[in-house]
Structure formats: C-alpha cells, structure tokens
C-alpha cells in the first residue's frame, strides 16, 4: 500500500515561514499529480497547491506569491515552502497523490499561525 506522510508543521507567528514535507513510500514518478490540500473545522477541504507529473503547478488565488510547491523525485518527497504566513493559514494539512486508478492521503499536520 502506498503511504504518504506529511511533517514540517507546527506554531509560528504571522509573517513567519514552514516548509511541509510529504514523504512517499513509492516512486513520486508513478503519480499523474501531487498537491497540498488543506482544511479547518465546518468547512471544504480546499486545494492549497498541486504539481502535474509535467512539473506544472498551480495555487489558489489566496497563497500565490506566497507559497511554492515542489518534489525531488530522487527522494520521493514533495514540500510545500510557506512564507508570509497569515493567520487564515491556520489549518490540518494534506498531502495527496493522484495514480491512475486511485487517489492517496497522508494523516495531516497541524499549522497553527498565530497574530
């Protein structure tokens, strides 16, 4: 079974900086796409970023300018570079990996930012 595990979370003050590591058991490669997804209490998981199997990536309109995301294949890790951080960032984030047939999900880190 494939694993994903997200790390890298934690407390910081607004204007502060995180980077989130998604560590993969298998190949990154196998995967049509990647991306950070995130989500606080009554409300939608929303997509945070993603990155294509192409290396094109995409953010929401609420991160960009602020957040990067990225993979190193040879590490099976995907990261997410988090600067600037707003209180509204506050939220369990996911790591997600779209195969071919089935979609995969870490547990979540927490990232509280504090005002």
């Known amino acids: 079974q494939v694993q994903l595990v997200e790390s890298g979370g934690g407390l910081v003050q607004a204007g502060g900086s995180l980077r989130l590591s998604c560590a993969a058991s298998?190949?990154?490669?196998?995967?049509?796409?990647m991306g950070w997804y995130r989500q606080t209490p009554g409300k939608q998981r929303e997509l945070v970023a993603v990155?294509?199997?192409?290396?094109?990536?995409n953010y929401a309109d609420s991160v960009k300018g602020r957040f990067t995301i990225s993979r190193d294949n040879a590490k099976n890790t995907m990261y997410l570079q988090m600067n600037s951080l707003k209180p509204e960032d506050t939220a369990v984030y996911y790591c997600?990996?779209?195969?071919?047939?089935?979609?995969?999900w870490g547990q979540g880190t927490q990232v509280t930012v504090s005002s």
């Open positions: 990155i294509t199997s192409g290396g094109n990536t």
């Open positions: 298998g190949s990154i490669f196998s995967f049509n796409s």
């Open positions: 997600h990996a779209r195969g071919w047939l089935q979609d995969y």
